[in-house]
């Protein structure tokens, strides 16, 4: 029997269902001065549509695994693929701030179901190519989002609403839940005693370095169109600006994690992401007028290979795929929580300066101190740092 089809056939739903996971919030970006001259928000405000689904995911994050467990993986995918479509069709109906921020949140909880169930999903059915399979995976999810800033200008410029310009995603949410409903229901994989990560001082670093990683991406994801809108330039052409950064982001998803695949230790490559992106920044702050592509190339290519790396070397330090299922949970759990302020400090600072820079310059200084943070990551050392509960 031919056992790659299934695989294939596996690996593309998850793609399609990945897709899915960034729409919801890559769309606002874009059309943020559109739906504001629309609904009365403030850019503090307005960071909430991105700041709440993200802490959603995070929160979720703690009780999406043992959702997953009761549900099963087949049942769990399809309630969230539900749920994310119903929040973006339900945005053809708004009228008010308060309704666009409920159905944010509620696609939040829907992408972390997903988000929580994967990497162990992955880890299971994908042993041999765990590096690969996460950043076909992790690039999916950017994927989406470049097609949402993208597009969404544009389906808003022909349908003439900023309102079918975010519920058309739905469609997307609706081919990724047929696909999925074909998909065989998987063997019941044994449940083992969930280990709590709380006390390990290990676990609470990788959590905050993803999580301050991922600040970066979700500030960009919020604030990049906004602030070339302010610059002069167009919501098409910042939209577009936005999609070629997700684009870098996909090209290094893919490239990266395959790269990396070569040795155990991946520190020299993470170094390498995090130079891009303070360069990117640099470049964005000083000059953004000047050679406006490469800003966003530096920052889509560091951002795009950190995002897959952070959470394989938090998979690395587990060989089991239920215990580094539980490891992962936990580190996007509180990663997502510190993720989803930065945009709201983004957005105070922006209210409060008349100005995106400020935000920028702080996110370089985030990034000088993950790069300290990187030389922890020894594979040599990981057995000590988390060890097997005996």
Not at 366 to 375: E, Q, R, S
Request: charged share 10%.
């Amino acid at each position: 029997m031919n056992h790659t089809r299934p695989a294939a056939w596996l690996m593309l739903a998850i793609i399609l269902v990945a897709l899915n996971l960034r729409p919801s919030m890559a769309a606002i970006g874009p059309l943020l001065s559109a739906i504001r001259s629309d609904i009365p928000l403030s850019f503090t405000l307005a960071s909430l549509l991105t700041m709440l689904p993200v802490m959603a995911m995070g929160l979720a994050m703690f009780f999406g695994l043992s959702i997953s467990r009761r549900l099963g993986e087949r049942r769990t995918v399809l309630l969230s693929l539900l749920i994310i479509g119903l929040a973006s069709l339900s945005r053809l109906f708004i009228d008010s701030a308060f309704e666009l921020i409920v159905s944010a949140i509620l696609a939040g909880v829907g992408i972390a179901l997903i988000q929580a169930l994967m990497p162990a999903l992955i880890k299971t059915r994908f042993a041999d190519n765990v590096a690969l399979c996460m950043g076909v995976y992790v690039t999916s999810i950017m994927g989406g989002a470049a097609i949402a800033a993208s597009f969404a200008p544009l389906v808003m410029v022909q349908a003439g609403s900023w309102r079918v310009g975010l519920a058309v995603w739905a469609g997307l949410a609706l081919l990724a839940w047929l696909v999925w409903c074909l998909q065989p229901a998987p063997a019941i994989s044994r449940v083992t005693k969930r280990e709590s990560f709380v006390t390990s001082p290990r676990a609470w670093l990788l959590a905050i370095f993803f999580g301050l990683g991922t600040a970066s991406y979700t500030c960009v994801l919020a604030w990049l169109a906004p602030y070339y809108v302010e610059k002069g330039w167009s919501e098409q052409h910042a939209g577009l600006l936005l999609g070629f950064l997700t684009a870098m982001e996909v090209i290094s998803g893919l490239a990266v994690p395959a790269i990396a695949n070569r040795s155990r230790d991946r520190r020299g490559i993470v170094a390498v992401l995090l130079l891009l992106i303070i360069g990117g920044f640099c470049g964005l702050i000083l000059v953004p007028q000047y050679l406006a592509l490469l800003w966003p190339c530096l920052l889509g290519l560091g951002i795009g290979g950190l995002f897959p790396m952070s959470l394989i070397v938090a998979l690395d330090h587990c060989d089991e795929p239920q215990r580094a299922g539980g490891l992962t949970a936990f580190v996007q759990g509180i990663g997502y929580l510190i993720a989803g302020l930065s945009p709201l400090l983004a957005g105070m600072i922006r209210d409060r300066l008349g100005n995106f820079e400020g935000a920028w310059w702080a996110l370089t200084a985030v990034m000088v101190i993950m790069l300290l943070m990187v030389m922890r990551f020894d594979p040599r050392h990981y057995a000590r740092y988390l060890p097997r509960p005996g």
